[in-house]
């Protein structure tokens, strides 16, 4: 593990290892996202500036969706701003970078499906590289064989973990077999990414809402789950 990659010398400034990984997702995906508008004839300028209000607003939802699911953990507002001290959501930056993109494309008269479209592969080289950045920071280790299991015993009473892991897994499997050969079909039968983009999002969504909304449910004490 390497949370820190190294230090600027003199004023001794981190650089940790998930924030270099992340800078380099946005990049990575800006040469892909461009690289795919121009090739749809999009005007390079114009989606340039919506991949940048795009990416800032993905990063402002994930750190927007942490606070609001850990309320708890913040002692002063300031400490909101405190990003070097961890607390990204995933689903609050596809959410934060979704209705950024509605906006924007709805001002700029562009059509959202057409944007969608060339930020689908964006996503997935996005989730890989900041994975890395999370090895390398000491998160997520193990997850592949024991993330089911811990959150099922986190969340679940301990007399429904079996069935509950055994549902988790055979989602997990059926989702790897068949899920690249339905996207596939998608878009055979639509030419494009855009059906199965918006089925991914509203799973995704979907799959979040399940997850966060019994934290935001405040208990008879007044705070969230």
């Known amino acids: 593990m390497h949370p820190v990659l190294l230090r600027i010398p003199v004023v001794d400034l981190p650089i940790y290892s998930y924030g270099v990984m992340l800078g380099l997702s946005l990049v990575v995906g800006w040469y892909i996202v461009l690289g795919l508008c121009e090739r749809d004839g999009m005007d390079r300028e114009k989606m340039g500036r919506l991949y940048v209000w795009t990416a800032a607003c993905s990063v402002a939802g994930s750190r927007l969706l942490y606070v609001l699911t850990n309320l708890d953990r913040f002692d002063s507002f300031i400490d909101v701003f405190k990003v070097n001290q961890g607390g990204l959501v995933a689903y609050g930056g596809f959410i934060g970078g979704f209705l950024c993109g509605i906006v924007y494309c709805r001002v700029h008269k562009i059509r959202l499906l057409s944007w969608a479209d060339c930020v689908v592969p964006s996503l997935g080289t996005g989730l890989a590289i ?42 997990n499997q059926f989702t790897f077999a068949f899920g690249p050969g339905l996207l596939g079909w998608l878009r055979q039968a639509e030419g494009d990414y855009r059906v199965g983009f918006l089925a991914c999002l509203a799973m995704q969504l979907a799959a979040a809402l399940i997850v966060m909304a019994p934290r935001l449910v405040p208990r008879r004490g007044g705070r969230p789950a």
Do not use: D, K, W
């Open 130 to 171: 900041t994975r890395i950045g999370c090895f390398l920071y000491g998160l997520s280790l193990g997850n592949m064989v024991t993330i089911p299991g811990l959150i099922v015993q986190q969340e679940f009473a301990a007399a429904h973990f079996a069935r509950v892991v055994s549902l988790v897994v055979a989602i």
